[in-house]
């Protein structure tokens, strides 16, 4: 398995616009995160799918920002419109079943100038 | 589920000494969780304990879980610069929720 798989790995993108992150997560996997991570706030959980179903949405810190889970092999993170403070490394993981290990993305670096 | 909180917040060691990290937690887990995060890089899980585990051994880590006083540690023996990370635990609560929660993890430096 080539693992969770996050594009792009970078993205640079100015203010007002609309960015678009992706995450196809290992086959099997019941479940998917995003996390967000920055030097000032470390890894934030943002928001996690059961079965293509949003559990927890609570870490969104925003209304700009949504995610969606069409299909058990496919999610998006929407930033609309980024701002400046958006800038974080942002990863998706996905785990087996409840309490297992997670498999994290390389992540995607994303700059909002 | 709730946050690890890691101690300390960075290590710096010589290569070949073992590195002990500690990690607390505030309410009752299912289990714990070890990651491993290079810089630049996603994290990596490295080992699982169990809430009825006290003691797991995976190669060169050692993890131990003391559920009466809530915290665990991760040991790395005979270090190599490889080793050269943060570290982060995390716990998946008894509540059953999955939704696992990061702390600021431990910052290693393994020095040639």
């Known amino acids: 398995d080539a693992g969770v798989i996050q594009s792009p790995r970078h993205e640079v993108t100015e203010m007002g616009q609309e960015v678009t992150l992706r995450c196809k997560p290992i086959?099997?996997?019941?479940?998917l995160f995003w996390y967000r991570q920055t030097m000032m706030r470390g890894l934030e959980l943002l928001i996690y799918?059961?079965?293509?179903?949003?559990?927890?949405d609570s870490g969104m810190p925003e209304d700009r920002f949504s995610a969606k889970m069409p299909n058990a092999s496919f999610s998006t993170l929407k930033i609309q419109p980024s701002e400046p403070r958006d800038s974080a490394v942002y990863f998706c993981?996905?785990?087996?079943?409840?309490?297992?290990?997670?498999?994290f993305g390389s992540g995607t670096r994303l700059t909002v100038v | 589920s709730q946050q690890g909180e890691e101690d300390p917040q960075a290590l710096s060691i010589q290569e070949g000494e073992n590195a002990t990290m500690n990690c607390s937690y505030k309410?009752?887990?299912?289990?714990l969780q070890w990651y491993r995060q290079n810089s630049g890089r996603g994290l990596v899980h490295l080992i699982l304990?169990?809430?009825?585990?006290r003691e797991k051994h995976s190669g060169r880590l050692r993890v131990t879980l003391d559920t009466s006083k809530k915290s665990s540690s991760l040991l790395i023996t005979a270090s190599r610069a490889a080793d050269t990370a943060s570290y982060f635990c995390?716990?998946?609560?008894?509540?059953?929720?999955?939704?696992?929660?990061f702390g600021a993890g431990t910052r290693l430096t393994v020095k040639p």
């Open positions: 995390a716990t998946v609560g008894g509540d059953g929720y999955n939704d696992m929660r």
């Open positions: 086959s099997g996997h019941d479940y």
């Open positions: 799918f059961n079965n293509n179903v949003p559990i927890d």
């Open positions: 304990i169990r809430s009825n585990e």
């Open positions: 309410t009752s887990i299912n289990n």
């Open positions: 993981a996905s785990s087996l079943r409840q309490g297992n290990g997670y498999t």
